[in-house]
C-alpha cells in the first residue's frame, strides 16, 4: 500500500540543446469549447474521413450518417470500406493484396482520419487469445500505413450485445461485463500500437452506450424494457444498431475528431427532437466529461490545427517546439529537458519537476509559464508565474503534480498521461514548450464487495456462500483464495490454510475459483466456498477467507464466514390398505400404520394411543419405530376387534398421535373411524291358527333377535278372492283399510320385542267345486331385504254342487246368487292384478334404492381414494428410468358389507313395498285347472240365463247374435287334484287363551 503521507519526486531538467523553430499552438480548455466550431480555429479545412469495418459499419449507412451531423461549414468527404464480419487481421490482408480495393484507398495522401472497427467479439477476448492477437497485429499494419500516408487512426470502440453473448455466455454474460472487456479490448489495442512516431486514438462509442444504459438504471428504470432509449439503440437482433445507435456513434465520433459540442446541432438525420437531444447528450458526456484519464483525443494535443488537413502535426510528440513572428528575432527561449520524457510513478505522490528555461536573446525578457495535462489531477507552480530572464542566462521553473491515488482502476498503469509547460515572452511575443509524460505505477488491489457470512446446514447436507471480489488496481492482476478455519477466534494451527479444509467432520472447499486467473481492472469475480456437515445433528465451524493478489504485495484481504448444523425434526403418519366401516360384532379389521421422515435428519418417533371405543377392548397402546431422512417404516400391524355385543350402527373413533422420540412434540394424529354393522335376524316365536266359522284366521308373534333396531314388512297373499285382511297394530303403517289390506310395515323395532299381528280369509262357499284356501305371509327385515320368513296357513272348502239346496220354486232371477258370482269371479282375478301391482311399485322403489346405493358406494369410493396417498411423479419416472413399466394390477372395487348395504338401502330409499310370494308350482297348477273349468261352468250358466230371457223377450239379444247357430253345450265335472295330500294338512287350530296373548294381541280388533 502507498504510504499515507504524500511522496513528491524532483527532477532537474538542465540545458541540453538549442531549441528549434516551430509553431506552438497550446492546450485548449475543455470547457472552452464553442459549438459548432473547431477547437480553437477560425476556418477549417474540409476533412477526409474512412470508416473500415463490417455490418456494424455498413449499418443505416454510417459514413453518410456522420456526414450529415458534421456541419456544412465544417465539411467532409465521408467513405468506406467493408465487409460482412470482418475483422482488423482480415483488413490488413486485404490492404497488403498489392492493386486491390484496399491497398490503393490507404495509398490516398488525402486522407485526414482513417476508423477502424474490429469483429464485435474479438476484442473483448483474453489477451492470449489467437483471434485478439492477430487483429492486433493486423491494426498495426493498418496505423503504420495510414501514418506513412500523413492521416491520423481512430479505433471505433463497438458495443456490448445488448443482453450479452449467448453463443459466449461465460466471458459474455450480459451486457455490462461484455461492454467492460470491449472497453478494455480496444484501450489495449491502442496501447500496443500507439509509439512515439504515432498516437493511435479511440472514438468511445460502446462507453456513450454504457452513458445511456447507466442514466437510465440511476432513474430507477430497466434499461432492458423494450420501451427504453437504450433497448432501442439495437436493431431486432440485440446487436446490430438501429438508426437510433448509428446516430449516436456519428455524433460520438463527430466529437472525438473535431472537438465540438454535438448537442444542438441541426441535421437532417429522421430522429425525433427529444431522442435526438438524449443522444446529443450522451456523446458529449461521453466523451468531454466521462472519459478523462482514460482516453485522451486529438484536440487536446498542443499543436491542433483542426480536423482537415492534417489534423495533428508529426511533431505533436516532440519537445522544444518555438513558434515566432517571421518578421521578428529568431527563436531564443528553449526549456532544457529531453524531449518526450515519460516519468513512472506511484500513485497517490506529489510529484516534482524542477526544469531550466534559458534566454539566447541579446536582450533581457520577462517570461509567463503555464502548465496544462490530464484532466482531474491537481497541480501548482512551486516559483514564480512571470519572471524575468535576462540575456544569455536561465532560470528555474519548480512545479508539482498531485497524482491521484487510484480509485476503481484509475489511473491506469501503463498509460502515457501527456502534460506541457509552455513558456511566453513579454517582448516579441515569442513561445515554447516541453511536453512530457506521466504513466502511473502498478497498483495491485483486490477488494471484497459481497459475501455471505452465516449458512445454516442440515445434517449431513452441503450448500455454498457466494463471495465477490473487484479488482480495484490500475492493472489487471491475478488473485488467490485460502481458508482458513478458526478456533477462538484465531488461526487454527492444526488445521493450515488451503484451498480445501477438513476439520471436525466438515469439508469446505472453493468452487469457481479459476475466474481468478486474470481479473482486468475493475472486474467483478464471483467464486463460493462450499460447505458439507457432518452427519450429526449439532456443531459449527467458522472460516477465514483471504483474497491476495499473487502479482502484487498488497496485504490480503479477508472475510469470515460460518456454516452451522440445524436438526429439523418433523414426520407424519400414513395409513393403508384399511377399513373399519360397518363391521361385523364380533369380527375385526385390520392394517398397517406408517410414519415418514419429512425431518432433515434421520430420527425415532413413537406412536401412541390416544382414544378408543370401549367396545373395541385392548388396540396396540404404543411403537417406537426409527426412519431414515425421507424414508417410510411401518410403525405398527393393527387389528381392531369389535365386541359380539356392541350395538348396530355404534360409531366411534380409534385416534394414534406421532411424538417424537424424547420429546413432547406431537407432529402427526391419525383418526381411524369405526362404524358396527347391524345383524338382521327375525324369529317366530308363536303362529295360531284357525279355521272356524267359515273364516281361516292366523295370528303370528315374531321377535327382533338382531343387533339393533330393524323394521318388517308383512306380504299377504291368499289364493281366493273372498272377504280378506290383515290386522297389524296400530303403530304399523298401511295404505287403505283394513278389509282387503294385503300389506303394511313397521319400523323401529326393538331388540327382542314381540311383534303381534294377525291375517284372514272367509273360506269360500260359492265355489263351484271343492277346494283348499291357501293364505301365505311373507316378513321381510327392513334392513336386509333379503332376509325373510314365511309361512303359509290353509283351510278347505265344499263347492256348491256339494251344498244343500234349497228345492225348486220356478224360474227366478237369484240376484244376490248373481252378485256374488260376479264378486267372487273379481276377486279370483283382482287378487292377482294387486300382487302385480304391489310387485310393480316394490321394484320401483327398489330402483330407486339401488340408485341412491350407488352414490353411496361413489362416495365411499371417494374418501377411500382421497385416505390413500397419491403415486408421486418420482416413482413412475424411476420405473421409466429403470426400464419398461409394472404389470398393469386391477384395483379391487370397495367392497360393501351386506349389512352396509341393507342399512344403506333403508336409510335412503325408506321402506320396501310388500311383495308377493310365489305359490307351490303343483299347487298353483291344480288352482289354475279348477278356477279354469269353474269359470267355464259359470259362464255356461249365465249365458244359459240370459238365453232364457232373451226367449222370454225380457231382454233383446244383440243384432249380430241373432244369425247365430244354436248349438248344445255339454256338462260335465272336474276332478280335484290333490298330488302332494295339502288337504289332508289342513288343520284346525283353536285360538290362543287369553292368558298367552301379549299386549299387541288384537283378539278383540275383529270378530273371529
Not at 443505416?60 to 465521408?78: F, K, R
Not at 491502442?190 to 432513474?219: F, K, Q
Not at 290386522?727 to 300389506?743: K, M, Q, T, V
Amino acid at each position: 500500500m502507498v504510504d499515507a503521507s504524500p511522496k513528491v519526486i524532483s527532477i532537474v531538467a538542465l540545458l541540453l540543446f538549442s531549441p528549434l523553430s516551430l509553431t506552438i499552438i497550446p492546450f485548449a480548455d475543455a470547457d472552452s469549447r464553442n459549438q459548432g466550431s473547431s477547437q480553437g480555429q477560425g476556418e477549417v479545412a474540409a476533412a477526409d474521413i474512412l470508416l473500415v469495418g463490417n455490418s456494424y459499419t455498413q449499418s443505416n449507412n454510417l459514413a453518410s450518417l456522420l456526414s450529415q451531423v458534421i456541419s456544412a461549414n465544417e465539411g467532409a468527404n465521408t467513405s468506406e470500406l467493408t465487409g460482412g464480419g470482418m475483422r482488423l487481421d482480415q483488413h490488413a490482408n486485404q490492404m497488403n493484396t498489392a492493386g486491390g480495393q484496399w491497398d490503393t484507398t490507404l495509398d490516398n495522401n488525402d486522407l485526414d482520419w482513417v476508423m477502424f472497427q474490429d469483429q464485435s467479439q474479438v476484442p473483448g477476448f483474453p489477451r492470449t487469445s489467437q483471434y485478439w492477437q492477430d487483429s492486433l497485429a493486423g491494426l498495426d499494419d493498418l496505423t503504420a500505413r495510414v501514418e506513412q500516408i500523413g492521416g491520423e487512426s481512430v479505433l471505433f470502440m463497438t458495443w456490448g450485445y445488448r443482453e450479452g453473448d449467448s453463443s459466449n455466455t461465460l466471458r459474455y454474460p450480459d451486457y455490462r461485463t461484455m461492454q467492460h472487456h470491449l472497453r478494455d479490448g480496444y484501450v489495449d489495442y491502442r496501447d500496443n500500437t500507439s509509439n512515439a512516431l504515432r498516437t493511435v486514438w479511440v472514438a468511445p462509442v460502446g462507453l456513450a452506450y454504457e452513458h445511456i444504459y447507466d442514466d437510465i438504471i440511476a432513474s430507477g428504470e430497466n434499461p432492458l424494457a423494450s420501451t427504453s432509449l437504450f433497448w432501442n439503440l439495437y436493431s431486432s437482433d440485440g446487436a446490430h444498431p438501429s438508426l437510433t445507435g448509428s446516430y449516436l456513434t456519428a455524433c460520438v465520433m463527430y466529437a472525438t475528431i473535431y472537438g465540438n459540442n454535438t448537442v444542438g446541432n441541426s441535421d437532417g438525420v429522421s430522429i425525433d427532437t427529444a431522442t435526438k437531444l438524449s443522444l446529443q447528450q450522451a456523446a458529449d458526456a461521453t466523451v468531454f466529461n466521462e472519459t478523462s484519464g482514460l482516453l485522451t483525443y486529438p484536440w487536446m494535443a498542443a499543436n491542433w490545427s483542426g480536423p482537415g488537413d492534417g489534423g495533428v502535426a508529426e511533431e505533436s510528440n516532440s519537445s522544444g517546439n518555438e513558434s515566432g513572428d517571421s518578421t521578428d528575432l529568431e527563436p531564443y527561449l528553449s526549456f532544457g529537458a529531453n524531449p518526450n520524457s515519460s516519468f513512472s510513478v506511484v500513485a497517490g505522490t506529489a510529484f516534482r519537476l524542477t526544469v531550466n528555461i534559458s534566454n539566447n536573446a541579446s536582450f533581457n525578457d520577462n517570461v509567463s509559464v503555464a502548465l496544462t495535462g490530464a484532466i482531474g489531477w491537481n497541480h501548482y507552480f512551486d516559483s514564480p508565474l512571470i519572471f524575468s530572464v535576462d540575456s544569455n542566462s536561465l532560470e528555474w521553473v519548480d512545479f508539482t503534480i498531485q497524482v491521484p491515488e487510484v480509485v476503481d482502476g484509475l489511473p491506469l498503469a501503463g498509460l502515457q498521461h501527456q502534460w506541457s509547460l509552455s513558456a511566453e515572452s513579454f517582448t516579441s511575443n515569442h513561445s515554447t514548450w516541453w511536453n512530457f509524460s506521466i504513466v502511473v505505477k502498478q497498483h495491485h488491489e483486490i477488494m471484497i464487495i459481497e459475501s455471505g457470512e452465516n449458512l445454516t446446514l442440515a445434517p449431513n447436507s452441503n450448500d455454498r456462500i457466494a463471495i465477490t471480489i473487484r479488482n480495484i488496481g490500475n492493472i489487471p492482476t491475478k488473485a488467490a483464495v485460502k481458508l482458513q478455519v478458526l478456533l477462538n477466534g484465531t488461526a487454527d494451527v492444526n488445521h493450515p490454510a488451503a484451498e480445501r479444509v477438513e476439520a471436525y467432520g466438515w469439508t469446505v472447499a472453493l468452487f469457481n475459483n479459476y475466474q481468478m486467473d486474470w481479473v482486468n481492472v475493475g472486474e467483478e469475480i464471483t467464486f463460493e466456498v462450499g460447505l458439507l456437515s457432518p452427519p450429526v445433528v449439532s456443531g459449527e465451524i467458522t472460516i477465514e477467507v483471504m483474497v491476495r493478489n499473487v502479482w502484487g504485495v498488497e496485504r490480503a484481504k479477508s472475510t469470515v464466514i460460518s456454516g452451522g448444523i440445524e436438526w429439523l425434526r418433523n414426520g407424519s403418519i400414513s395409513a393403508e390398505d384399511f377399513s373399519c366401516f360397518r363391521i361385523d360384532p364380533g369380527e375385526s379389521c385390520s392394517g398397517e400404520i406408517a410414519v415418514v421422515n419429512t425431518g432433515n435428519f434421520d430420527d425415532s418417533f413413537v406412536l401412541e394411543l390416544v382414544e378408543s371405543p370401549e367396545w373395541v377392548p385392548n388396540p396396540i397402546q404404543s411403537s417406537e419405530v426409527s426412519v431414515p431422512l425421507g424414508g417410510t417404516s411401518t410403525a405398527m400391524t393393527y387389528e381392531l376387534a369389535i365386541k359380539s355385543s356392541t350395538p348396530a350402527f355404534s360409531t366411534g373413533k380409534v385416534i394414534y398421535q406421532l411424538r417424537l422420540e424424547n420429546s413432547q412434540t406431537i407432529v402427526d394424529t391419525l383418526e381411524i373411524d369405526i362404524e358396527v354393522a347391524p345383524v338382521v335376524e327375525w324369529e317366530i316365536l308363536e303362529i295360531t291358527q284357525d279355521a272356524q266359522n267359515g273364516r281361516l284366521s292366523v295370528q303370528y308373534v315374531i321377535s327382533n333377535i338382531g343387533n339393533g333396531l330393524d323394521g318388517i314388512t308383512v306380504v299377504m297373499v291368499v289364493s281366493h278372492g273372498p272377504e280378506q285382511g290383515l290386522i297389524p297394530p296400530e303403530e304399523a303403517e298401511y295404505d287403505g283399510e283394513l278389509l282387503g289390506l294385503h300389506s303394511f310395515s313397521q319400523n323401529n323395532i326393538a331388540i327382542g320385542e314381540r311383534y303381534t299381528f294377525r291375517a284372514w280369509t272367509d273360506i269360500p262357499v260359492d265355489e263351484p267345486e271343492n277346494g283348499t284356501i291357501w293364505l301365505d305371509m311373507t316378513m321381510r327385515s327392513t334392513l336386509e331385504p333379503d332376509f325373510s320368513l314365511f309361512h303359509s296357513a290353509n283351510a278347505t272348502f265344499i263347492g256348491l254342487p256339494y251344498q244343500p239346496r234349497a228345492t225348486d220354486e220356478g224360474f227366478t232371477i237369484d240376484w244376490e246368487e248373481l252378485r256374488s258370482s260376479v264378486v267372487n269371479a273379481w276377486n279370483s282375478y283382482a287378487y292377482t292384478l294387486m300382487a302385480v301391482t304391489i310387485a310393480g311399485i316394490s321394484i320401483h322403489l327398489a330402483l330407486k334404492r339401488r340408485l341412491k346405493m350407488n352414490q353411496q358406494q361413489r362416495e365411499e369410493k371417494e374418501k377411500y381414494a382421497q385416505s390413500t396417498t397419491p403415486e408421486q411423479p418420482e416413482g413412475w419416472l424411476q420405473r421409466f428410468a429403470d426400464g419398461g413399466e409394472d404389470p398393469v394390477v386391477i384395483p379391487q372395487s370397495p367392497e360393501v358389507s351386506k349389512e352396509a348395504f341393507v342399512a344403506g338401502f333403508r336409510n335412503t330409499g325408506g321402506q320396501p313395498s310388500p311383495s308377493s310370494e310365489p305359490v307351490e308350482k303343483e299347487l298353483f297348477g291344480a288352482a289354475a285347472t279348477v278356477l279354469d273349468h269353474h269359470d267355464g261352468e259359470r259362464m255356461s250358466r249365465v249365458l244359459e240365463d240370459v238365453s232364457e230371457l232373451i226367449d222370454e223377450r225380457v231382454v233383446t239379444p244383440h243384432p249380430a247374435n241373432v244369425e247365430l247357430t244354436a248349438i248344445d253345450v255339454g256338462t260335465g265335472r272336474t276332478q280335484r287334484k290333490d298330488p302332494r295330500g295339502l288337504m289332508a294338512k289342513s288343520e284346525n287350530i283353536p285360538l290362543p287363551s287369553k292368558e298367552n296373548r301379549t299386549e299387541k294381541d288384537l283378539d278383540g280388533e275383529l270378530d273371529l
